[in-house]
């Protein structure tokens, strides 16, 4: 008897009993998450990937689309037993049958003699930039501190990740340091301005940034709209907020409460009641507890009050939606640097506090370029430490952005991508900013600006890429991580 039957004699006998329920078949592995590997090398899509991807736009392009990738994509927990599989990302709200525009691309790839391969069209949408807020680690950093969150200055936009730090030199100059994050971590959306300050052509600025850089001659048009705090001041008055909840959970917790009460009633009348060791010895260590929680409170609310979370304007940035050369095809830019003023000075060094996963903390000083299926890592203020593998197949991504103008335009672009593996998720909301690594040697390979929803598949722009970006906007002869001292 097939599934369906079965639901259907069950609702039947379950019915004749008087019982109105609906019965409902699940699908088990629906339930399931869903990982994603890179293509092995023995895959023969490997070889034509970037022409087979250039055709299925060319011939079935859709303003409806968002990616198309190549992965092992699927519920099991290693790369071969999860199918090869062409998917295609479209919007969320898209209501087409994308069945024929699958069977199309089938016998592309049938054409092109590749078989045992899967199409899937999949709702989804890419973040970038900022995330709801969240616990932070139990220090508060007056130092910059990499992977730690920064948030736009008088901005509800959420949180990102300061990536790290880089020394930027120019001609008979010595070295400046400065702080790494992503772009669209710092600019501000539309609906998020509020606090800015604004001044005439403000608008036109933030609109004109959008596709062109932000350069250091800029400085004066950046001041009150592109500014930074690190850590976020949406994080920091979280962890207010989750102090206060833990010492109001112990402050009404019943033992303390019966224990305050027994110890009020001895003040008044020794003979009345005892408060045994045990519970004396529990009691004061509650108290402790809440002091100490009070004491990072007011710590916090101190750092809030004197605005030492400030960190400062954006130097320079590569634009929201500007994109890099690479031969015939175009990546997405995507970094900002921030000034550090040198109270704030810090080393380009993880701090362990919130990684307990973390086996030693990461310094980063050295660059290499990203290697196929090769273990890469990131610490982002959302997800915190997390390994994932390189896909040498990159991600096609279609953007649909305004330029300084107001017009509509389309960019497609091919992204460097590392995939969750066993892990299930690479990157969460608040991730970008992250500088992606090697977690072994401790190279850095890249800047990680976004993820697709599910976060199991993150794009990143090569560090090298990025540095020679920053030289051509900032005028720059010189761009290194700023290296740790000994």
């Known amino acids: 008897m097939n599934a369906a039957a079965l639901a259907k004699e069950i609702y039947t006998d379950l019915r004749r009993s008087h019982y109105n329920v609906n019965v409902e078949i699940i699908d088990i592995i629906a339930r399931l998450p869903i990982r994603s590997f890179p293509v092995l090398s023995s895959d023969k899509i490997g070889e034509d990937w970037q022409r087979i991807a250039s055709e299925i736009i060319e011939i079935l392009h859709s303003n409806e689309w968002i990616g198309i990738g190549c992965s092992r994509y699927g519920v099991e927990e290693t790369a071969e037993e999860n199918s090869v599989t062409v998917v295609i990302r479209i919007q969320k709200d898209s209501t087409r049958d994308w069945t ?8 592309l790839l049938t054409f092109r003699n590749i078989r045992d391969t899967n199409v899937l069209f999949e709702k989804n949408e ?47 100059k010595d070295w400046e340091t400065f702080g790494i994050t992503a772009f669209h971590c710092v600019w501000p959306p539309p609906a998020q301005r509020e606090g800015l300050r604004r001044r005439s052509g403000a608008d036109a600025d933030l609109q004109y940034w959008k596709t062109n ?45 019966r224990i305050q009460q027994k110890m009020m009633r001895c003040e008044l009348d020794p003979d009345s009641d005892v408060v045994t060791p045990g519970e004396q ?32 304007p954006v130097f320079a940035g590569s634009g929201l939606w500007r994109t890099i050369a690479r031969g015939h095809d175009q990546g997405i830019a995507d970094w900002a640097l921030t000034g550090i003023p040198r109270e704030r000075s810090g080393a380009n060094e ?43 197949l990159r991600d096609v991504q279609l953007h649909i952005v305004l330029d300084d103008q107001g017009k509509e335009i389309e960019k497609i672009t091919r992204e460097h991508v590392i995939c969750s593996g066993e892990k299930v998720v690479f990157a969460e909301p608040g991730d970008s900013g992250s500088l992606v690594y090697d977690p072994f040697t401790e190279d850095v390979v890249g800047l990680l600006w976004g993820a697709y929803r599910a976060g199991t598949e993150a794009f990143f722009t090569p560090i ?16 290194r991580l700023t290296p740790v001292a000994s």
């Open 100 to 107: 024929s525009a699958a069977r199309s691309i089938s016998s």
């Open 126 to 172: 890419r973040f970038l930039g900022a995330g709801s807020p969240i616990l932070p680690s139990q220090v508060i950093p007056r130092a910059v501190r990499p992977g730690v969150s920064i948030g736009i200055h008088g901005s509800t936009a959420g949180s990102s990740t300061l990536g790290g730090l880089v020394d930027l030199r120019w001609p008979g």
């Open 213 to 257: 850089p932000v350069r250091p001659e800029h400085a004066t048009r950046v001041s009150g709209l592109l500014e930074i705090d690190h850590p976020s001041l949406g994080d920091l008055k979280e962890k207010i907020l989750h102090k206060t909840k833990r010492i109001q959970a112990i402050e009404f917790h019943d033992r303390v409460s």
């Open 281 to 312: 010895a529990w009691y004061s260590r509650q108290m402790e507890i809440i002091s100490a929680l009070a004491k990072q409170r007011d710590k916090t609310q101190a750092f809030i009050r004197d605005k030492s979370y400030y960190l400062g």
């Open 350 to 392: 993880v701090q362990p506090d919130r990684y307990s996963n973390m086996i030693m903390s990461p310094t980063f000083q050295f660059t290499s370029q990203p290697r196929d299926s090769r273990k890469y890592a990131k610490v982002g203020r959302s997800s915190g430490f997390t390994v994932g593998r390189y896909n040498g």
């Open 464 to 479: 090298e890429e990025v540095f020679e970006d920053i030289k051509n906007v900032t005028g720059a002869c010189e761009v």
